[in-house]
């Protein structure tokens, strides 16, 4: 992934006080947050010797993934890499064979002299002392620091290797994967010493993609980066997954050029939910076809109208509800830079961050579609029927698209997006349905000033049919 140049607000103020580990357990499970101690908890003695130095605030973040191979490492080193990128971070995986060299540390330095502040380590680091080298390199440089460490039942470790095979297989057919994974697993398994109750901040990662074995134990973790990173481990890394996403079908507002309201489809938005409905289950189609498990809408009946013919259980989500434009609800671009054109030229400046009086930035949208991203991730095979600033949103976590680059996210109507894992990654499948329709794409005008004319104000308006201004 790309690393991005700004943050965003509310990341500007990590906390980093200097506490001992005992302060800060917390045992995760399924999701679920529980303060105290398992019967599985550390030495509580040991950790209370356990102290973390302090760090300046605002300090970049060392994240050391350690642990045996086919533990699920590099899978949560991407998760976590994707979710902070996405939040605005400036994050980058470097990945070490085995433990972190010089040579590493010297980029990493390089890295947050760049101005970007997250590093995460993605290697084995077997030994107490591979991983104190990192330690020490953190607090000479006063960087934050925090130790992930993975492990699994053998039966997930089997059934890693298998899966990891597989894939490498289909990539590589020269070599036998199973047998050399297989060595692999069996090279490192004696040589790995646990972490201590003296190293850390450390998360204790049991990795499962069974939600009732998957289980997260936390200690001396602080501050908003980390505190996001151990709820991004708190939920299982499900390896297959299938999404299906759309806008819906065209409304009688988009034929008009209106933005916002609550418009049923147009005839052509209804041919387009008849076409997505043979394409995903229902009438007409092919009976080895993909049929979504669950349909997710937003409250609006232009996306409820556009799954009526798909069969499968549906929620509604207010989550999903398209941006709202405030002030602007209903209007056209014209009639906007008719009644309010210092609005329209702010939002031109800097659309990510814009604000409609009374509605919302496409930044409100990001946190407000988090949960629903979290709740995907959880499940697969997944419809979501929803609109255009919000789908952007919810697309660029999958395509690894940074904050800024989202408001100008391509999301045509009309077309049927097919999300599949690729390993860690995301692969996205775009299929237009054919249904004619209206472009809603409005680009960013070369003109952004408040002083600029209607003329250069409107220039990239889609074209659309003409329609009386609403009072
Ligand atoms: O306002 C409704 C649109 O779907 C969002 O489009 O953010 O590109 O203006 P826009």
Partial sequence: ???????????????????????????????????????????????????????????????????????????????????????????????????????????????????????IIDGMHLTKQDRSIVGKYCRENVYHHLIIEFECEERCVEENIKDTAQFYQKVDNNQDWLQTFREKNAKYKNQFERCSPHEGPLINVTNSENVLIHSVKARGVQGLLQTIILGVLSAPVIKNRTFFFSRHGESEFNVLGRIGGNADLSSRGRKYSENLAKQLGGPGSNPNGPKPRLIWTSELQRTIHTVQNIPGPRTTLKDLNEINAGICEGLTYEEIQERFPQEFAWRDQD????????????????????????????????LVVSHQAVLRCILAYFKGSSPEEIPYVNVPLHTLLIVKSYGYDFKIETVPLKVECVDTYRIQPANCSIERTAADALKTVPAHFDAPIIN
């Fill in 1 to 119: 992934m790309a690393p991005i140049a700004s943050k965003m607000p509310g990341n500007d103020y990590e906390s980093c006080s200097s506490h001992n580990g005992n302060s800060g357990d917390h045992n995760l499970s399924n999701g679920n947050v529980v303060n105290g101690t398992t019967s599985n908890s550390i030495n509580m003695s040991a950790a209370t010797n356990f102290t973390i130095t302090p760090c300046q605030i605002k300090a970049p973040l060392v994240v050391i993934i350690v642990g045996l191979p086919f533990r699920g490492k590099s899978f949560a080193a991407h998760k976590i890499s994707r979710n902070l990128f996405w939040k605005g971070e400036d994050v980058k995986v470097f990945e070490v064979e085995e433990k972190t060299s010089e040579e590493t540390l010297k980029y990493i330095t390089e890295w947050f002299e760049t101005g970007h502040n997250v590093a």
């Fill in 351 to 382: 659309k990510l961050k814009y604000r409609y009086p009374l509605g919302e930035s496409y930044l409100d949208l990001l946190q407000r579609v988090d949960g629903v991203v979290q709740a995907l991730l959880l499940n697969t095979d997944v």
